[in-house]
């Protein structure tokens, strides 16, 4: 049996790694049996030393003396022993200008505004609507000067002609007039007022350039807002304009103009059958035989005009869809209606939630800034 175990006291447990001095233990055998029973016991010198009093306390004992471990460039602050290998720091790993964490995840990239697409966008939809406005006035001058009549026709089997009033009694513009409707939102409504909207919201990228901590706490502008409901109903009112137009076109076509009605009601009396669309009129005009052939060159002159401002709708709702996308896309992203939105909601309750906890226990040490 050790007689330090049964000596009743051992040394405290110093920290790991402890070298003894070569010279302060030694170990030595008693036969008087302090370990009890008659045999002899083995104890160390440092035990010894802690067992009997030193005869001058304030000298200080060289047996319990350690060395002081000179501090490494690692993190513990101690000597390690050789078995124990150094591990280096890890080296943050980044790619796409983004550092992984600790768990090899990568940190939420930051949602891209599509400013940049939805000005140009914009722009081109002023623009189309500006080519629209164009059209559709030309179309109207037509029809209230040069289109007015009468035309001269000669009557196919021969007999003397007569005179076409230009305008039918069934004449519907109400397709044009839906067109010009939408020409002008997308030129007064989107293009004027996308300058206020994308104003506010390039105001609102730069602060979140600049403090991106707490960009998610200033909502987007109202003016935006205002003009993203704005774009997509404009959006709505060209669906409707481009339905409408052609359908409408496509109900009037394929008729013709019967000779004999026609001259019974010639001008100033208006030709009483059908229901008709500038164009589709028009076209029934040229294919009788007309007797000045310059009235033939302005009508279908005014024919590809008409043309133009019908198939422009499709090119006009194609970049309404188009904005409304990236401006609703724009809202639902950095306005809290999507998920991104949501999360960023349940973020700040969080925080709201953690805050309030750290408040009720501010009466504790160490938490709160009062004392106890």
């Known amino acids: 049996m050790v007689a330090a175990t049964a000596g009743g006291w051992l040394p405290p447990r110093l920290p790991t790694p402890f070298v003894y001095p070569s010279s302060s233990v030694g170990t030595s055998t008693s036969s008087s049996g302090r370990g009890g029973g008659g045999g002899g016991g083995v104890y160390t010198e440092l035990n010894r030393s802690h067992s009997s009093p030193?005869?001058?306390?304030?000298?200080?004992n060289p047996s319990l003396t350690t060395p002081t471990p000179e501090p490494d460039n690692n993190s513990r602050g101690f000597l390690l022993p050789e078995s124990e290998p150094r591990i280096p720091p890890r080296k943050p790993i980044i790619m796409n200008g983004r550092e992984k964490d600790r768990h090899h995840n990568f940190p939420p990239a930051a949602p891209k505004s599509w400013i940049k697409y939805i000005i140009l966008v914009t722009v081109?939809?002023?623009?189309?609507?500006?080519?629209?406005?164009?059209?559709?006035?030309?179309?109207?001058?037509?029809?209230?000067?040069?289109?007015?009549?009468?035309?001269?026709?000669?009557?196919?089997?021969?007999?003397?002609?007569?005179?076409?009033?230009?305008?039918?009694?069934?004449?519907?513009?109400?397709?044009?007039?839906?067109?010009?409707?939408?020409?002008?939102?997308?030129?007064?409504?989107?293009?004027?007022?996308?300058?206020?909207?994308?104003?506010?919201?390039?105001?609102?990228?730069?602060?979140r350039r600049k403090d991106y901590a707490n960009y998610t706490r200033s909502p987007l502008p109202r003016v935006f807002q205002a003009w993203a409901v704005v774009v997509v109903l404009s959006f709505l009112l060209s669906l409707g304009a481009l339905a409408y137009t052609f359908v409408e076109t496509?109900?009037?076509?394929?008729?013709?103009?019967?000779?004999?009605v026609a001259e019974e009601y010639q001008f100033p009396r208006l030709y009483p059958d059908d229901r008709w669309t500038p164009e589709t009129w028009f076209e029934a005009v040229i294919a009788l035989p007309m007797e000045d052939s310059r009235d033939e060159e302005v009508i279908r002159e005014k024919l590809r005009l008409m043309r133009g401002w019908k198939w422009n709708t499709i090119p006009m709702f194609l970049l309404g869809l188009t904005l409304a996308g990236l401006v609703v896309r724009e809202v639902v992203v950095f306005g809290g209606?999507?998920?991104?939105?949501?999360?960023?909601?349940?973020?700040k309750r969080q925080e709201e939630l953690g805050m309030?906890?750290?408040?009720?226990?501010?009466?504790?040490?160490?938490?709160?800034?009062?004392?106890?």
């Open 124 to 207: 081109l939809l002023a623009m189309d609507g500006i080519i629209s406005l164009s059209l559709v006035s030309s179309t109207v001058s037509f029809l209230h000067n040069y289109g007015k009549g009468p035309f001269e026709m000669g009557y196919p089997l021969g007999v003397s002609g007569f005179l076409l009033s230009g305008h039918p009694a069934g004449l519907v513009m109400n397709h044009g007039h839906a067109v010009n409707a939408a020409g002008g939102t997308a030129v007064v409504v989107v293009g004027g007022g996308g300058v206020l909207g994308l104003w506010g919201l390039w105001r609102f990228h730069s602060r």
């Open 337 to 347: 209606w999507g998920s991104k939105g949501r999360r960023v909601r349940e973020e």
């Open 54 to 60: 030193s005869p001058h306390p304030s000298t200080p």
């Open 250 to 260: 496509r109900r009037t076509s394929e008729q013709s103009i019967d000779p004999n």
């Open 356 to 372: 309030a906890g750290l408040n009720g226990m501010s009466g504790y040490r160490g938490v709160g800034d009062g004392p106890l």
